[in-house]
């Protein structure tokens, strides 16, 4: 049983660029939650996806964004990327809206130069 | 908006010693949960407390959840070298049901 899979693993872009993360949750969830995590930080809630629409939002701007498809996979979109940006993004996926333990994924560690 | 503070920030102790990690939310919280993250890895779930005073414990991980769910912590006996890692927790607000994790206090063990 595949766990929360997450790609890339690791990418660089440069000021300005936009991003797109993937995410494929563990067998069975139906909700996707990103989280960016800065070097020596807790995670940080971006938002939440539950049948394919954006149930709750952290204090993250309109840059960030993103989208859940019908296999329940999901991807982050990152605007005019700044570098305050580089972080390590994870992805969580649970069951049952969300309400019990997160799985994560390894991450997917961005640095903007 | 929510926070959820945790102390310490770092601790290092000599392996067989104890260790606590305390963490504060400003919000009443449904539940409050607490993952595990080792160097480079990511974090990883160990337990959730639901209920007002719950005490659960994991072999040598002790977690309590404060009366008025506004405060929790973990207590780890006889520190082992595998303990060493970053703990968070993270608290569900009752109002939001949003998830949000503490800065995390990293554990250093010294054999």
């Known amino acids: 049983d595949a766990g929360v899979t997450q790609s890339p693993t690791h990418l660089i872009k440069t000021r300005g660029q936009q991003v797109t993360l993937r995410c494929s949750p563990k067998s069975g969830h139906d909700t996707v939650s990103w989280y960016q995590q800065a070097l020596g930080q807790g995670p940080q809630f971006i938002f939440q996806?539950?049948?394919?629409?954006?149930?709750q939002r952290g204090n993250f701007p309109d840059r960030f964004s993103g989208h859940q498809f019908p296999n329940y996979s999901s991807e982050l979109n990152v605007n005019a990327l700044l570098l305050g940006d580089s972080a390590l993004y994870l992805c969580?996926?649970?069951?049952?809206?969300?309400?019990?333990?997160?799985?994560f994924g390894e991450g997917s560690r961005l640095t903007v130069l | 908006g929510q926070q959820v503070m945790q102390i310490p920030q770092y601790q290092h102790v000599q392996e067989g010693e104890d260790f606590t990690t305390y963490c504060n939310s400003s919000?009443?919280?449904?539940?409050i949960q607490w993952y595990k993250q080792r160097p480079g890895g990511h974090p990883v779930f160990l337990i959730q407390l639901v209920k007002s005073g719950e005490v659960k414990k994991q072999k040598r991980l002790t977690f309590q959840f404060g009366e008025a769910k506004k405060n929790s912590s973990l207590h780890i006996t006889a520190t082992q070298t595998t303990d060493v890692g970053t703990y968070f927790c993270?608290?569900?607000?009752?109002?939001?049901?949003?998830?949000?994790f503490g800065q995390g206090t990293t554990l250093q063990v010294k054999p």
């Open positions: 969580a996926s649970s069951f049952d809206s969300g309400a019990g333990e997160l799985f």
């Open positions: 996806y539950y049948e394919e629409e954006e149930r």
């Open positions: 919000t009443t919280l449904s539940n």
């Open positions: 993270a608290g569900r607000a009752s109002n939001t049901g949003k998830l949000i």
